[in-house]
């Protein structure tokens, strides 16, 4: 990506994943073992084993230092509790904080712009947190949205004065086990200079001013070539913010490209973060926006198919000896579809195509991956367990939506993606309709499967062992539907009880 390519303001444009639109490619670092399901198979099933892995806990062989503790985080987008839209409470702030802490995730990075009613919001966040036990070790920091947040002269840094002064003596406030620092991170600033002529300087000098009321350690998301981070003094460590999406992909590739696309971005961050610098990586469920030319104009995909949640948090535990910190996006960025928290607060209009799509069971699901990562090892399997999403409807299906078709809608697949935790051998029958049975023999451990849709079917997928039903998912108000209302590239995401 060129220094010069330019991110849409925040007000402008909620969606941020436009950013850094250079090259990616990634080789997931663990290639895991593929077949073609036939026998009793539907045309076009597949799965995917984890081979090794047993229901017992299970090293991480690939991690050199598997008893370290690393961090996960969630992304909160404060700018989406708005009071006045609709009531986004202390109550609400404590019932999403143990929600994420039940989950094992360390803490929100809230995600603040320039309006004055975040930072009201930001202190219902503590003051939630002072409702919490001890026990629930549970922290937070800052994401400055640089693409809200002025930054070209030096009265622009009393925004960040006024947050540090408010909250660093909080307990909850995430600093870092090197060196005691608060984290404090951003959403772009690389064009912010505080009246100090350059980036670099510009920095150096906010960093310094914070650093008078306490110190902090500084992880921003630069969308810059990291060849320059060596010169950015300030800069403690990076954040990849589209490390988690293969936002190279484009309508007209081949199959081969779109189905094994590469995210190795990770890797160039990390030559040039010498010295010890910390680096934070990126992991999401998935991505579409669908705002039209009369609002945000924003209207794209990302290919999130292939199970792109797991296999990404399967590649950053591999590499969790070079990896810090990993943020989840998001808990609550509706706009993007890449919530993993309950829907609730205030949406960005974007109520067409989230509402009626939940996406807690990627939360429940993540938690395998977090304490993975977190601890070098994988936990014990104990109970049988489905997830699984899909689309609302056929990609070809047409609606009278005045937004048109987000761009590269050509990349996706109809297809169901699952995922099945099994404490022993079993076999996963799944459905789209009562008459097109695929089944599956799955190993203990974890099994990625996957099998195609049908137009106004649904998605059912049972356990069965010893002639008995030991899991079931089977979301009834799921329908892929053949003629939509809106154009809806979301997901919907269920699991067993």
């Known amino acids: 990506m060129s220094d010069s390519e330019t991110i849409k303001s925040k007000n402008e444009a909620p969606q941020r994943g436009d950013t850094n639109q250079g090259q990616r490619a990634f080789n997931f670092a663990q290639p895991l ?16 084993l984890n081979f090794g892995r047993d229901a017992g806990a299970a090293k991480i062989k690939e991690a050199s230092t598997a008893g370290t503790r690393n961090y996960v985080f969630a992304h909160f987008m404060v700018g989406n509790t708005y009071f006045a839209l609709q009531p986004y409470t202390i109550d609400d702030w404590l019932a999403d904080i143990k929600l994420a802490a039940s989950q094992d995730i360390d803490g929100f990075v ?4 320039a309006e004055d009613w975040q930072r009201q919001r930001s202190a219902d966040c503590f003051a939630a947190s002072k409702r919490l036990p001890d026990s629930t070790n549970f922290k937070f920091f800052f994401s400055f949205d640089m693409t809200s947040i002025l930054g070209n002269s030096t009265g622009d840094v009393q925004l960040f004065r006024n947050y540090m002064s408010a909250n660093y003596q909080s307990p909850r406030m995430f600093k870092h086990p090197r060196n005691g620092n608060i984290v404090v991170s951003t959403f772009s600033g690389e064009s912010s200079t505080f009246g100090q002529g350059s980036t670099e300087n510009g920095w150096a000098y906010l960093k310094s001013e914070l650093n008078k009321i306490f110190p902090i350690y500084f992880i921003p998301s630069f969308f810059i ?6 010169g950015i003094s300030a800069m403690d460590g990076a954040f990849n913010w589209n490390g988690g ?30 010295g010890g610098r910390t680096f934070m990586a990126a992991v999401s469920p998935w991505f579409f926006t669908h705002y039209g030319p009369d609002t945000w104009n924003k209207n794209w995909i990302y290919r999130g198919d292939d199970w ?7 590649q950053l535990i591999s590499m969790r000896d070079r990896i810090d910190m990993v943020q989840i996006i998001s ?17 960005p209009n974007s109520q067409a195509w989230v509402d009626g799509y939940p996406h807690t069971a990627w939360l429940y699901l993540n938690r395998y991956f977090t304490k993975a990562f977190q601890t070098g090892t994988y936990p014990a399997i104990t109970k049988d367990q489905i997830f699984m999403w899909a689309r609302p409807h056929p990609k070809n299906s047409t ?3 005045a937004v048109p078709r987000p761009t590269n809608w050509q990349l996706t697949d109809d297809t169901a993606w699952m995922v099945v935790f099994a404490t022993a051998e079993a076999s996963i029958e799944a459905y789209t309709t009562d008459d097109t049975k695929v089944t599956f023999s799955v190993k203990a451990g974890m099994t990625k499967l996957s ?3 049908k137009a106004d079917g649904g998605m059912k997928a049972s356990m069965i062992r010893n002639y008995r039903v030991v899991a079931e998912c089977n979301p009834i108000a799921y329908r892929f539907e053949s003629r939509p209302g809106v154009y809806n590239f979301n997901a919907c995401v269920a699991m067993s009880p």
């Open 308 to 314: 792109l949640f797991v296999k990404r948090w399967q």
């Open 225 to 230: 070539n990291p060849a320059r981070y060596p």
């Open 451 to 453: 099998f195609p849709l």
């Open 110 to 113: 809230l995600n603040v712009g």
């Open 331 to 347: 808990w609550n960025d509706y706009g993007e579809s890449h919530y993993i928290g309950p829907i609730k607060g205030a949406q």
């Open 33 to 48: 073992q593929t077949f073609q399901w036939t026998k009793n198979a539907q045309a076009g099933a597949h799965v995917e």
């Open 399 to 401: 609606s009278a939506d």
């Open 245 to 274: 999406w293969p936002i190279q992909l484009k309508a007209g590739m081949s199959r081969s490209e779109i189905e094994n696309a590469q995210l190795d971005s990770d890797l160039k961050h990390l030559q040039y973060l010498t």
